[in-house]
């Protein structure tokens, strides 16, 4: 079994570089391959199981297009090939089509051309977050300047209500289409969300017991009670 991590060096904010950990931990026998932005991507001309990018500072954003618009196409390949892959925070806003900001556009990889990603800086949303998977419950958190906007064909996560999708306006998180999962929620979301890490696992080998279950699945439980009691108050403030 073969994993890429896609540019590990510079995406490791959020915490979202637990992901990472914890597919390490559960996949002891599985092949790691971190890409840097100075390499080719490992799924350009090799066989992978799943491909894995987490959030980047939005300092980054230009080196990592440059890196990897050269391959937008193989990415889509191995889409649409059924390869697991993940991308979350800032790496998935250049999944859509383009950011804009101030009312200029930057391409993005547009590995879904419907969707594009608008940002303002002078604005960030905080949030908490709890929504529903597969008839499972996702909680994390949300901190982001850029909201995504567009036909939204495949949703990833339903929002509970109160709480922010992919936009103030939208009910919907993120986009799931076959094993391509990206999402703005942060935490990191498989910690965070054994459930899903399992489902995550389930497609790659057959999971007994995953690494820390049990304690994963207290924290995950405590939190659940704490984000999902009523009453709860989800957007914590928008900074402008």
């Given at each position: 079994?073969?994993?890429?991590i896609?540019?590990?060096?510079?995406?490791?904010?959020?915490?979202?570089?637990g992901?990472?950990?914890?597919?390490?931990?559960?996949?002891?026998?599985?092949?790691?391959?971190?890409?840097?932005?100075?390499?080719?991507p490992?799924?350009?001309?090799?066989?992978?199981?799943?491909?894995?990018?987490?959030?980047?500072?939005d300092?980054?954003?230009?080196?990592?297009?440059?890196s990897l618009?050269?391959?937008?196409?193989?990415?889509?390949?191995?889409?649409?090939?059924?390869?697991?892959?993940?991308?979350?925070?800032?790496?998935?806003?250049?999944?859509?089509?383009?950011?804009?900001?101030?009312?200029?556009?930057?391409?993005?990889?547009?590995?879904?051309e419907?969707?594009y990603?608008?940002?303002?800086?002078?604005?960030?949303?905080?949030?908490?977050?709890?929504?529903t998977?597969?008839?499972?419950?996702?909680?994390?958190?949300?901190?982001?300047f850029?909201?995504?906007?567009?036909?939204?064909?495949?949703?990833?996560?339903?929002?509970?209500e109160?709480?922010?999708?992919?936009?103030?306006?939208s009910?919907?998180?993120?986009?799931?289409?076959?094993?391509f999962?990206?999402?703005?929620?942060?935490?990191?979301?498989?910690?965070?969300?054994?459930?899903?890490?399992?489902?995550?696992?389930?497609?790659?080998?057959k999971?007994?017991?995953?690494?820390?279950?049990?304690?994963?699945?207290?924290?995950?439980?405590?939190?659940?009670?704490?984000?999902?009691?009523?009453?709860?108050?989800?957007?914590?403030?928008?900074?402008?």
């Amino acid at each position: 079994m073969v994993i890429e991590i896609l540019y590990k060096d510079l995406t490791n904010i959020y915490g979202d570089v637990g992901n990472i950990k914890i597919l390490e931990k559960n996949l002891p026998d599985a092949k790691f391959v971190y890409t840097t932005v100075k390499d080719t991507p490992y799924f350009v001309n090799n066989k992978v199981d799943m491909i894995y990018m987490g959030s980047f500072p939005d300092e980054y954003l230009d080196i990592i297009l440059k890196s990897l618009s050269k391959y937008k196409s193989k990415l889509k390949e191995q889409i649409e090939k059924n390869v697991l892959v993940l991308f979350t925070g800032t790496a998935f806003e250049i999944c859509g089509s383009y950011i804009e900001e101030g009312g200029s556009k930057k391409s993005t990889l547009s590995l879904f051309e419907d969707v594009y990603f608008i940002c303002d800086k002078d604005k960030r949303h905080n949030s908490l977050f709890v929504g529903t998977f597969n008839n499972t419950k996702i909680v994390g958190n949300k901190s982001q300047f850029t909201f995504m906007y567009g036909d939204n064909k495949y949703p990833f996560i339903t929002a509970k209500e109160g709480c922010m999708g992919m936009n103030k306006d939208s009910r919907y998180e993120g986009i799931h289409y076959k094993n391509f999962f990206g999402t703005q929620v942060l935490g990191p979301i498989l910690i965070l969300n054994p459930l899903f890490l399992k489902y995550i696992l389930k497609n790659l080998t057959k999971v007994k017991k995953m690494y820390l279950e049990d304690l994963m699945m207290e924290a995950y439980n405590n939190r659940l009670t704490e984000f999902d009691k009523p009453g709860r108050r989800y957007i914590l403030k928008d900074h402008g």
